[in-house]
């Protein structure tokens, strides 16, 4: 068999695949409403600090004070599909946050935000669910690109859904016809 070339090995997705474009700080515009983020932050400046960034970008925060809170609104049917929690809260804290929404399978985009910056912190947080991890105290550049990231994740995992649901929709069509016209 001859080698394959480049052009050989191209690839395109079977559906269309967009974001909305970055906010641009300072464009002059008003911000677009991209996406529902949940902010999850025991100490009031910092839940300050990041709901007016976030709204500044252009999303839309909703705003915890505690683990439970959170748990509360991540659990609604309109819940936001990225949440960023703080991993020290009362109540409940962001671990055991992203271990009860990972236990309903719910598809949801966390950044864990502490002050913990040990390699084994970064794995205990990973492991108990978390997508991301940002240490505290932390650029919010960084930031806006960790939600970016977010984003695309949670585009790309919509898509695939809606392709599952379609293949799925379209055998359930096959077998009904098969069955009424044996």
């Given at each position: 068999m001859p080698p394959l070339n480049h052009?050989?090995?191209?690839?395109t997705h079977p559906w269309p695949l967009s974001l909305p474009p970055d906010p641009i700080p300072g464009a002059g515009k008003a911000p677009v409403r991209l996406s529902r983020i949940l902010v999850a932050e025991d100490d009031?400046?910092?839940?300050e600090l990041i709901?007016?960034?976030?709204?500044k970008w252009g999303y839309e925060?909703?705003?915890t004070q505690n683990g439970l809170d959170a748990l509360m609104a991540l659990r609604k049917k309109d819940a936001p599909s990225i949440a960023i929690l703080d991993w020290m809260m009362p109540d409940?804290?962001?671990l055991e946050v992203c271990r009860?929404?990972?236990?309903?399978?719910?598809?949801?985009?966390?950044?864990?935000?502490?002050?913990?910056?040990?390699?084994?912190?970064?794995l205990e947080g990973l492991r108990a669910g978390a997508d991301d991890y940002l240490v505290k105290p932390f650029?919010?550049?960084e930031l806006h690109a960790r939600i970016l990231v977010g984003l695309r994740v949670m585009a790309l995992q919509t898509a695939l859904l809606g392709r599952v649901n379609a293949l799925?929709?379209?055998?359930r069509e096959k077998l009904a016809t098969a069955f009424f016209d044996s």
């Open positions: 052009d050989q090995l191209k690839f009031a400046i910092s839940r709901s007016s960034r976030l709204e925060a909703i705003v409940m804290d962001g009860r929404i990972r236990e309903v399978d719910r598809v949801l985009y966390i950044i864990l935000l502490t002050a913990r910056g040990s390699k084994a912190n970064l650029d919010k550049d799925e929709a379209g055998n």
